[in-house]
Every structure is written in C-alpha cells, then in structure tokens.
C-alpha cells in the first residue's frame, strides 16, 4: 500500500478515480456520475490504448499505429462534436479520457481474438455487442456529464462508429 500511495503523490495518478472511471466503463446500464469528466485522466486510457495494441500483437497483429492514430482523430471529432452540440464546452483531454476509458470492452474483445478467429458469425455477433457496449458507456457518461439529456442517440452514433473501427482491427 505504501508503494502505491507513494506513486499517487509523486505522479498525480489517483487509483481510485481510475478503478471508478473503469467500474462505469465496465456496468453500462448503471447511472453514470458526471464528476468523473471534471478530472482529466489519461493515465487509464494510456494503459487502455496500450493493452489494445498488446493484445492485438499478440493475435499477430501489428497495429500501434492505427490504434493511437485512429485515437487521436477519433477524440478530435467527437471534441468538435460534442463542443457544437453542448451548452458548456468540454475539454480534449476529458473527451480522450472517457474515449480511452470505453475502450476496455474493445481490449476484452481484442483478447478473445488471441485464442480463436473472430472472422465468423460468431465474431461479428460478438463484435457488435462490443461494439454497442462501448458506445453506450461512452455516451452514457457524456450525456450524464454535460447535461445533454435526450441526446444520447447522438453521441452514441458516432462513437459506434469509431468504435467499429476498432473492431475492424480487431477482426481483421
């Protein structure tokens, strides 16, 4: 614990408000705590984005690259989305944070492709799930954290599709 405690201090990184982030991340029908945006937190969706590509080399799958690039263009249009669609403005760091947190069940769904193909029905069922899962977490903690109620098939459509495009890499 002293270990732990003492990275938290020296680097700024509070574990608690990481393992909540990824406990909303993780149960998408529970109500979402719009405090959580109020911190920028990267050092999760940094872990996150590098577990994705960890488990996607581990399928034989070198996408580094596409992973943070598709990251990086994926949170520069959902920041310009969600400042043309909200009443108060949202920073990019807020927005890569909830994006990276949502990433988890993509990294779940990474993982399985380790151990069998999702190139089948079966992985395409699975992927869209995932794909869902994703988009409604993300969206959910948006709405609950900008004050957008009603708008949350909105925000989920264009996070299922830069979601899918993960599942993309995943797959293929």
Request: net charge negative; aromatic share 12%.
């Given at each position: ?7 938290e ?43 994705l ?22 949170c520069?249009?959902?920041?310009a989305?969600?400042n ?62 900008l004050?957008?109620?009603g708008?949350?098939?909105?925000i989920?459509y ?15």
């Amino acid at each position: 614990m002293f270990v732990w405690g003492k990275l938290e201090v020296e680097l700024g990184i509070n574990f608690d408000h990481i393992w909540q982030k990824t406990l909303t991340v993780l149960n998408p029908l529970k109500a979402a705590d719009g405090s959580i945006m109020n911190e920028t937190d990267l050092a999760g969706p940094i872990l996150f984005c590098i577990a994705l590509g960890a488990t996607l080399l581990l399928a034989g799958k070198v996408q580094f690259g596409y992973v943070y690039g598709m990251s990086a263009i994926g949170c520069l249009g959902i920041y310009a989305l969600l400042n043309l669609m909200s009443s108060s403005g949202v920073s990019y760091g807020c927005v890569a944070s909830v994006l990276g947190y949502c990433l988890l069940p993509m990294v779940i769904l990474s993982s399985c492709a380790i151990f069998f193909s999702l190139q089948g029905t079966a992985g395409t069922v699975s992927a869209l799930i995932i794909i869902g899962w994703c988009s409604l977490s993300a969206s959910k903690i948006f709405i609950s954290a900008l004050d957008m109620e009603g708008q949350q098939l909105l925000i989920a459509y264009p996070c299922a599709l830069l979601y899918g495009l993960f599942a993309l890499l995943t797959i293929f």
